[in-house]
């Protein structure tokens, strides 16, 4: 029997996952958690980077992202899912690799470069929130892991961990794995005002634990194609987010392509298509949904999974901590 790959993957505690989380990463996380080995990272060092001010926040969402893991259906059964810094093998490695990685190129970064746009931090760049890409390399290198499910913005954390891990290896000694991507079939979920990426930051996503009412408001909401303006108007279905979710998540795939023409051709109001989709999305969350609720009914034993995961995570990264010191010449007694 050959022994079963590691995956490695996570988000930052600092809100309720939504459907661009699962399209992007939790749908891949409980296709492959029975044929990997798959540690699920709850970052709240991550998390602190760029919230260090606002602990509560990043505190009060460990329980929130964790409960939206086992709604999905992320089974602790077989998947390990931990807090980072009760694993803090992590931040050792961390502090190892830091000296592998220049300034200019973690300023080089494009999620780092783009989130520092967003975040208007002006000159006051905390060197936690730059160094976090190497805090990331930790969290996938501690668990020797070889695939990365994740959305399209993680993937210049993975190239600098590749550039970690191959200079790790020529220096020291070859014990760190390389790992590889694996980027869902929709790798960026627009959001419901057609912008080009859903985030709770910029107000225009569906969370996973929406009720029903918010998810309708939401959708009879949601941006269409400018042009449509009366029925009777050909209208787009290029950039129509509408049509992107029910590709996504209508499982009559005909049906989306009947609308589509009619759509093109005019003749077809928007409220129609959005009161589809809105039938899909409430049938796609309600059993996520009440989940959730029954794993919420016990906050006590879902921290207790989180305990659990923890110990066995540390076991994990202290193993590769071992080698790694012993690589870099630091394992003196
Ligand atoms: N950076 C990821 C995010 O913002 C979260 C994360 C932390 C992560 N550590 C990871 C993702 C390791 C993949 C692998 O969503």
Redo the contacts with the bound molecule.
């Keep these: 029997m050959t022994q079963k790959k590691n995956i ?5 505690p600092t809100g309720n996952l939504h459907l661009g989380h699962y399209v992007g990463s939790l749908e891949n996380r409980v296709k492959l958690q029975n044929d990997y080995n798959q540690f699920v ?1 709850i ?1 709240d060092i ?1 998390a602190l980077t760029d919230n260090a001010d606002n602990p509560t926040k990043v505190r009060n969402n460990i329980l929130e992202v964790a409960l939206d893991y086992l709604a999905v259906g992320i089974n602790p059964e077989v998947s390990t899912i931990f807090i ?1 810094s009760l694993v803090p093998e992590i931040a050792e490695l961390t502090m190892y690799y830091l000296n592998l990685v220049t300034v200019n190129r973690l300023k080089r970064n494009p999620t780092v470069k783009s989130e520092i746009d967003q975040k208007s931090f002006g000159e006051s760049i905390p060197a936690g929130f730059l160094t976090y890409p190497v805090n ?1 390399v930790a ?2 290198t501690a668990f020797k892991a070889s695939l ?1 499910p ?2 399209e913005d ?1 993937l210049p ?1 993975i190239e600098q961990t590749l550039e970690v891990v191959r200079k790790f290896n020529r220096i020291y000694q070859p014990v760190l794995i390389e790992p590889e991507a694996l980027i869902s079939q929709f790798p960026r979920l627009p959001g419901t005002d057609g912008k080009s990426k859903m985030s709770k930051s910029l107000g225009n996503a569906i969370a996973l634990a929406d009720s029903p009412d918010s998810i309708e408001e939401k959708v009879m909401g949601m941006f269409t194609d400018p042009n449509h303006i009366r029925v009777e108007d050909p209208g787009k279905v290029e950039g129509n987010p509408v049509f992107d979710y029910l590709d996504i998540f209508d499982p009559e795939k005909d049906k989306v392509k009947e609308l589509k023409e009619d759509y093109r051709r005019g003749g077809l109001g928007d409220v129609k298509v959005k009161r589809r989709l809105n039938r899909v999305l409430q049938n796609f969350l309600k059993p996520i949904r009440e989940r959730r609720e029954e794993y919420a009914k016990d906050p006590g034993e879902v921290m207790n999974i989180l305990k659990k995961g923890s110990e066995k995570a540390r076991i994990e990264a202290s193993k590769t901590v071992t080698e790694v010191r012993k690589a870099m010449q630091i394992d003196y007694f």
């Design positions: 490695l993957t996570g988000d930052r990272i970052a991550q980072q990331q969290d996938i990365i994740v959305g993680q954390m």
